[in-house]
Each structure stands twice: as C-alpha cells, then as structure tokens.
C-alpha cells in the first residue's frame, strides 16, 4: 500500500495522508516527480512503459509519486532505484523546474550522470526498455508520439 503526504493549493502539507488508487478530493494535491538524466555525452535517458500502464509501449523519462515523509529529493532517488536500479548521486540533481497541476505538484529534475545501460536493473511491471538518445532523437521521438505526450516541456529544460 502506497501513502502520500497531501498539499493544499499553495502546497502547503495539510498533514493527511492518501492511499495510492483513490481519488483525491477537489483542493487535495501530491507531489510528483519527473526524473530526466543527462550523461556526459549529452544523452538523455529515457524508458519505455509497460504494455499495462497508461500510455502503453510509450518512452518516457523515470518518475513517480513521493510516499509519505519524503522530500521531493528523496522520491526522485527511490523511483530511480526502484524503476531502473540505478542509485544516482543527489549532488548530481538539480531540480528545474515545478508546478502546480490538476492533481498534483511536479517537481522536474535533471540529474547530470553517466552509467552503464548493462548496470540497470528494470522494474518488469513498470519499464520494459531503456536507451540514450540525443536531443534531436529525443525531437522525432516526441514528434512521432512515441513519448507520454505530458512531457512536451523537455523542450523547454533541453
């Protein structure tokens, strides 16, 4: 069972908590992060969703809800770990950007770091695939709709 800390409008914590899989009240908000990773060539990572998940076969960048108690920084770390087995190093993260959505707080990051693909380990319910790819094949990839279509702003932080 998967709790989340809720937030007002302003994002302030209202001290309630949110079991994953029930809809949130009107003026309830949780904070979401979106985790892009960019090695050193200048690649950017991305990861193709299960067939079972909402925008099936669709790549994307690692991301999630924070559980309850955590920092965005926090929850950045654990769905990266948890996604893809890769333990990023927090002083290599810079977050860039967050707003306020329907539902939710999101907190985009960009972590700086480079690995090896051979070293990731992927969550079979949640990831299927994973590659770099540079900004222009990043460009046709969105432009063909083989990206989640919520991460037009990539253009914006790339």
């Known amino acids: ?49 299960h067939p079972d998940k909402t925008h099936p076969n669709l790549w994307e960048c690692t991301g999630g809800s924070i559980l309850a108690g955590e920092e965005s920084l926090e929850g950045a770390l654990r769905e990266v770990k948890e996604e893809i087995g890769i333990d990023l190093i927090k002083l290599n993260g810079k977050l860039v950007r967050s707003e306020r959505r329907e539902n939710n707080f999101c907190d985009i990051w960009v972590f700086e770091q480079t690995f090896d693909l051979s070293g990731a380990m992927l969550q079979h319910d949640e990831v299927i695939d994973i590659k770099w790819v540079n900004k222009s094949e990043l460009d046709s990839m969105y432009d063909s709709g083989l990206i989640v279509p919520t991460l037009s702003y990539y253009k914006e932080i790339f």
């Not at 302003?10 to 001290?15: D, E, P, V, W």
């Not at 949110?18 to 990861?47: A, D, M, S």
Request: proline share 2%.
């Open 1 to 49: 069972m998967e709790l989340w800390d809720l937030y007002d409008f302003n994002r302030k914590k209202i001290n309630k908590t949110h079991k994953r899989g029930i809809p949130l009240l009107e003026g309830e908000y949780h904070i979401v992060v979106h985790v892009w990773i960019r090695n050193k060539k200048g690649e950017i990572l991305v990861t193709k969703r």
